[in-house]
């Protein structure tokens, strides 16, 4: 046990260790998140749209990656685990050879490998995962829909977060930002989506009418 564990923090290895460590620690917030009412992945699948083209080229070279367009948190967990597998076998083989590579160079062997590791993984797990259509929806399809602010208050300033149900129901947690015009919303407002900017929603507070709306809502869905 001694040995394995030597061999696992070496530091010709360490990346990849840290690589496998990253995914232990992500599916565990996922489960602490699911158990205080939210979902990791859900927060991250509305961070980011990856179905339109961004001036981000980091979002873009994601997408290019993720060819099925699996959820982020399981292209993340992918991503990490094809890293960590294929650097623990790179460094393996080198060590028959000739000896173990320097931890860089590894590393960098790793990635070129993983990346068309993790296209065809995505591809793959996008045809086995159940698709029904009429329940996709996109981040635009929750303009003018009203969400609780959870992670507040909003303001002009840096997004916080607003807790939305899309038309079927599911709930959504997007980061959003007041109108110009707006007050200060604080945690536990009701707010009406009006317009979005890239991943970023404008908000405004729900009138009586709106909120009689959600408050049907959430009876129907609890």
């Not at 030597?6 to 530091?11: A, D, I, Q, R």
């Not at 003018?144 to 916080?160: A, I, K, N, T």
């Not at 079927?168 to 959003?176: K, W």
Request: overall charge negative; charged content about 15%; cysteine-free.
């Amino acid at each position: 046990m001694s040995a394995l564990l030597e061999h696992v923090m070496s530091p010709e290895v360490r990346p990849f260790a840290i690589a496998a460590a990253m995914i232990l620690i992500v599916g565990t917030l996922e489960v602490v998140t699911m158990l205080v009412g939210a979902s990791l992945s859900e927060m991250l699948g509305t961070s980011i749209d990856f179905s339109h083209p961004s001036d981000n080229g980091v979002i873009n070279a994601i997408s290019w990656v993720n060819v099925g367009g699996v959820p982020l948190l399981i292209f993340l967990l992918l991503a990490l685990g094809a890293f960590s597998i294929t650097g623990f076998l790179i460094q393996d083989v080198a060590r028959m050879v000739a000896g173990p590579l320097p931890a860089s160079i590894a590393s960098l062997a790793a990635i070129v490998v993983s990346v068309p590791l993790v296209r065809a993984a995505s591809g793959g797990i996008a045809r086995v995962i159940p698709k029904d259509e009429s329940y996709a929806v996109g981040l635009g399809d929750l303009v003018g829909r009203v969400g609780e602010v959870v992670v507040g208050p909003l303001d002009q300033g840096p997004p916080g977060r607003v807790s939305v149900a899309d038309i079927h129901g599911n709930r959504h947690f997007v980061l959003a930002v007041a109108a110009p015009d707006s007050a200060p919303l604080p945690q536990g407002t009701l707010v009406l989506l009006v317009d979005r900017v890239d991943t970023r929603f404008v908000a405004v507070k729900a009138d009586d009418e709106l909120k009689r709306s959600k408050a049907s809502l959430s009876q129907q869905v609890h």
